[in-house]
């Protein structure tokens, strides 16, 4: 290969002219590098957002295969992870292969060096990393550098692309940035004849080059030059030679010097974030990611900008399509530009406020499948609720969004949720309740989901169907291009005649079965049997993932990562990376055998006690989490290391091999009964009692373990996790799924009866503690609808309140309300007024009395809304009592009277801290006691509903009161076909807020059903239809009066 030297001597004669020919090379060099010297300046960029960082790895090819296998499979994986975890892209530059057969020597060159002008360009200073021992590589002659090559790059004349690339991305220009590792000599002596030939340059210059080279890095650069040793350690299955030693100074000392390179040159953000503002962060993360490549797909894109910036929709936009067919990516490059477009108001509509633009990727970070949490989310966002008015479970959650989202005050809001059908509530009802059916005009909602799931199917059975864009497999054009820039990335490319096999699959078309081939490509170090590889790769999405995880076995832990892939499958809500590596620990007991699999008996005996293993050591786990990192969530730093898979064609594919069924079958099988089984008894003895609630409920119902639930739900740590004040949604839930019966509340009852005696017999349970778990059992027993049994355990905890702790206000005001609540919540079971009412009105109303009281003492915000609440059902149920009829220690007028006072103080209350929610409910509660079918009342639920609808809009709780009470109240002034509007509305709004199936909806389809109202839909039916003739004959008339002025 020529050398490209002096001009003067044509044929170099020996080694001194081949010195000279070097020095004169670099002599021409020097007089191009910047000659400022040391610039001991640091280099600190300040960012916003996510950042690119390039690394750009020079070196030999054939020499070097061994520590590229690593630096790709190993440290760039690695580095990789902590920079995502700082908000920071890394990008290797890994030119091993990629540079077709048929390329020009001035495309190579360019490519080299035009990558390394990338690499300033993002980073000011290119992060660089050389690889250098005894080949020198190509040296291009005159004659392969073009003259417009050369005068661009002045001083390329006479040097070896590597030398090229050295000079240009860390020597001309002192480079912080750069580190070279130069492979010691004395490895040649440990490798067998037949291979020192890939290791040493023929090329007579070369060791001349090599020497000079090293001893001016070695002089300029100093402790940024790091020799390293190794010795041959064999040949693997391609014929490649494997070197033992390069972990122990190689690796790690890349690792460390690049992560303290990025690190000061790109510190990161110093900000505490609220929990709200974590989970949008982390969301973000993983849009930028997923949106980053979104190629094939223009039509679509501009389909859906089409709908953000279309004026007045009123309905949503959902995006569906088979798994893997890259909703995901539209989803997230979608959101990526609409929250650019607001942040630059390019969004029609949006006011003074502008948009704004909320994202969330189901299943994409941990608590993403947690349904409530985003809509409280959502909720904060939209400043829709504060702290004291955050809903305190899902179904208000569902139905204070409903209402947000229709109501045509709320903040100009984009709502972008991807994988819809991933949410963990399987209740399709509650799933879609938050969504309006019809959205206020400056609302727009982009959903995505597989088709034919559940919410896909209740959407398309709505009155008003969404916009649907179904996403199609992907034309040849695009995967072209999918696979061009995927690999282009790193520089590599496929020739015409790869290009073809790879996008002759069939299984081509799905963009995440693209991806992963790229990827598999990508990895791969063997260019000369790249093709082999492509024609390898199996046509089918499951069945490319079973091969990777095929792959991943032989070259990442073997039973360790089947164990980790088991496991995560199982888990619940994935797994803490401490957690895995605490079970992966008991390396003795890791796989269930055949015997083990079609055996009933309880593993768990014979297995080790979690607190006598030791976790997986580090060296043993870090392959395994690096080769199964792609395809885990969460994206970046969740802050707890909780480890899950981001697809579930991967949970599929994971079932597919590994756990496997016979034909037909439903249940789960013997193999994953296994693993349940092992994550039961590791979380059992857990003392972490949160993920204890979060894992064991799910493998203890698998395994249809009865007793053992019933001991964790009646854990009083456990108790207290799953406790809500307001509604105990999974501690019922567990409940009804584990007695599943009719008669699951008693049984939960006098389970929970007998917790309390053996605590009340515990010597170390003091009385304030007594006190407080009979007012929680009694919560709890009143929410699954056994009103008396609870009153008579909250009886026991006004005792001891009382008569042992001085009747404390602070806790004396929430009993008493507590009790009213109860007889509350018993009254409303009744359909009609009657009174046979009085006996349970009577405690409702004295409690509610008692509570009043103490309240008017306490201070602060949340006592002034507990107040106020309390006061509009007070009020409420003294008018209850003046319609049963009163007696005679309260007659209907005075009731009445007493009511009024409470409702206007109630209204004071919410005007006074602006919760216009509320005080609507106040002024209906007004009309409901003024003379029923008045001008009066009739005048107040007017103000009510006007209120209502500005603070929640046309569909919410409180609206379809409002709406009965008039529907009522036109019935008292028999204007049958006016009630009969309202109760229509009633039911669209019941409809849309509870769901079809819901009581209240029942009730009202019921209302509607009655003789009268059937009799005033069909008046108001011929109606229209006589009102439609009319209409046409008067435009028949028309018609004749201009026909005859035509004739």
Known sequence: M???????????????????????????????????????????????????????????????????????????????????????????????????????????????????DRCYQDNVMPFFLNLTSERCGWIPTHQDVPQSLAREYRWVQGLSVTEMEILHGAYRIENPNSLFMIRNSSFLSSLPAENKDDFVDPNPIAAHKLEHLKNMLKSKLGKRVVWYDCEFAGIDDDGKVEFNGLQEVFSKKIFDFFKERIEEQYPMPDYNLDPYQQAREAHEAFMKSRGATVLGRNNM??????????????????????????????????????????????????????????????????????????????????????????????????????????????????????????????????????????????????????????????????????????????????????????????????????????????????????????????????????????????????????????????????????????????????????????????????????????SDKDKGEREKKSKDIGPLIPAKWAPVYRALRPFLRPFGDSGEGRLDFYHRALSKAVRKKYFPKTDGAEEIC????????????????????????????????????????????????????????????????????????????????????????????????????????????????????????????????MNIEMSELGGRPVRMVELYNLAGTIYDEKLKLYEYVDPSQLRELRPAIDFSRKSIAIRETLVGETNQYKLGKTLIQLAFNLQAWMECGGDNSLNGEEAIEEAKKHIDRAINIFKEVGSDGHLADAIMTKAVLEERGSEQQEKFYSEAEEMCLQAYGDYSVLTSRILLNKGIMYEDKRNYVKAYEYFIKWQDVCVEVFGYHHPLSNDVSNCLAEARYARVKQHLEQRAAQQQEQDNADFDDDDDDESDEDY
């Open 2 to 116: 020529g050398c490209g030297g002096s001009r003067s001597l044509a044929v170099p004669s020996g080694p001194s002219d081949y010195k000279y020919m070097v020095q004169q090379t670099w002599d021409e060099v020097s007089k191009t590098i910047d000659g400022k010297g040391k610039n001991n300046k640091k280099l600190i960029i300040k960012r916003s957002g996510w950042k690119t960082v390039r690394v750009f790895v020079s070196s030999t090819f054939k020499d070097f295969h061994a520590e590229r296998e690593i630096l790709v499979k190993e440290v760039f994986p690695d580095l990789r992870q902590w920079c995502e975890n700082r908000r920071l892209y890394l990008v290797d530059c890994d030119l091993r292969w990629g540079v077709p057969k048929d390329t020009t020597s001035e495309e190579t060159l360019r490519m080299c060096l035009g990558e390394i």
């Open 301 to 598: 894109l501009e389909t859906i900008k089409e709908y953000v910036e279309e004026i007045g929709n009123d309905r949503a936009l959902i995006i569906t399509g088979g798994a893997g067919t890259g909703k995901s990516s539209i989803t997230a490059r979608t959101a990526d530009v609409a929250q650019l477009m607001a942040a630059n108001n390019q969004i029609p509509g949006g006011g003074s406020q502008g948009w704004h633009v909320f994202y969330h990727f189901v299943g994409a970070v941990p608590g993403s499948t947690d349904l409530e949490q985003c809509i409280k989310r959502l909720l904060k966002e939209l400043n829709a609720v504060n702290d004291a008015t955050m809903p305190k479970n899902l179904e208000v959650a569902c139905q204070t969004a409903c209402s947000v989202l229709s109501n045509t005050n709320t903040r100009p809001c984009l709502i972008i949720v991807d994988a819809l059908n991933q949410f963990d509530d399987d209740k399709s009802t509650t799933l879609l309740s938050w969504l309006p059916r019809k959205l206020a005009p400056q609302v727009r909602v982009i959903l995505s989901m597989i088709d034919n799931t559940p919410p896909h199917k209740l959407l398309k059975e709505r009155a008003i169907q969404p916009k649907e864009i179904f996403v199609t497999p992907l034309d040849m054009e695009a995967r072209k291009e999918i696979v061009t820039e995927m690999l282009g990335r790193y520089n590599k490319k496929l020739d015409e005649k790869q290009m073809t096999s790879l996008l002759a699959k069939e299984s081509s078309q799905n963009p995440l079965w693209l991806a992963i081939a790229c990827e598999e490509l990508r990895v791969y170090g063997l260019f000369e049997r790249i093709t082999d590889k492509i024609n390898s790769l199996a046509d089918g999405l499951l069945d490319l993932l079973e091969q990777v995880f095929t792959r991943f076995e032989a070259e990442n832990g073997g039973r360790l990562l089947v164990g980790t892939l088991c496991l995560l499958e199982t888990s619940a809500t994935g797994l803490l990376e401490t957690e895995l590596l605490q079970i992966l620990g008991d390396e003795d007991n890791l796989m269930p055998s055949d015997k083990d699999a079609d």
């Open 670 to 797: 013997d193999y994953q009964l296994w693993w349940h089984r092992k994550l039961a008894d590791y979380f059992f003895d857990s003392e972490h009692v949160h993920r204890k609630v979060e894992e064991l409920p799910t493998h203890l119902l698998a395994l249809g373990s009865v007793d053992k639930l019933q001991v964790l739900l009646t854990d009083w740590e456990v108790f207290d996790i799953l406790y809500n004040e307001e509604y105990s949604t999974l501690l019922l839930k567990y409940w009804r799924q584990v007695l599943n019966n009719d008669n699951w509340q008693e049984t939960m009852e006098m389970k929970y009866r007998e917790c309390l005696k053996k605590l009340e017999q515990n010597e170390s349970t003091t009385k304030e503690q007594m006190a407080l778990r009979y007012e929680q059992v009694a919560r709890v027993v009143m929410q699954s609808g056994r009103h008396m049994e609870a009153y008579s355990l909250l009886e026991n905890s």
